[in-house]
């Protein structure tokens, strides 16, 4: 009567997080309980780094940005920021040497892909998404995880995103 006992206690034992519980007892198990958590990632969950921006590393090489990406439509010399663009439909990537140093992506793209998640361009989805800015700039919001920073900058009329950066803060 006691492992009937247990083993419905174990059964309506409400457990937080995003945990999933299944409650067994195998022929092997003699009359012992056994219990096995299985953790499911949150896809909602605030990325703890942010890796890539539509696709693109900032540890990426020109090779990988080509193979990723494929032709640009057009390549650009930036003077001021000592940089080349390469210039694709929704996003220009910035190469510094043969490492991309930036990633810009255009409002017309709709949304932007912040490491494997898509995100409308919105600003109270991105706060959400990204739990919220770290910094509120005059020309916009900025999203830090460590030295990398995501950049939403917004049209000081309207509050509409102009344009995303992602970029390593100790670059700039």
Do not use: C
Request: aromatic share 8%; proline share 5%; hydrophobic share 40%.
């Amino acid at each position: 009567m006691m492992k009937i006992l247990l083993l419905v206690a174990g059964l309506l034992t409400p457990f937080s997080g995003q945990d999933t519980v299944h409650q067994t007892v195998s022929p092997q198990a003699a009359g012992h309980m056994v219990r096995a958590v299985q953790t499911f990632p949150d896809h909602h969950a605030v990325p703890a780094d942010f890796h890539t921006l539509n696709g693109v590393s900032l540890e990426d090489t020109r090779a990988d940005v080509l193979k990723k990406l494929g032709k640009p439509l057009r390549i650009k010399k930036d003077l001021l920021q000592l940089s080349t663009e390469y210039q694709y439909p929704d996003v220009i990537v910035g190469m510094r040497g043969d490492v991309v140093s930036y990633v810009h992506v255009d409002p017309a793209a709709g949304r932007i892909q912040v490491n494997d998640e898509w995100l409308p361009l919105k600003r109270q989805t991105l706060d959400q998404a990204l739990g919220g800015s770290q910094f509120t700039a005059e020309d916009g919001e900025v999203y830090v995880r460590g030295q990398r920073a995501i950049k939403v900058f917004t049209d000081e009329t309207s509050d509409k995103p102009k344009y995303v950066e992602f970029f390593d803060e100790t670059e700039w």
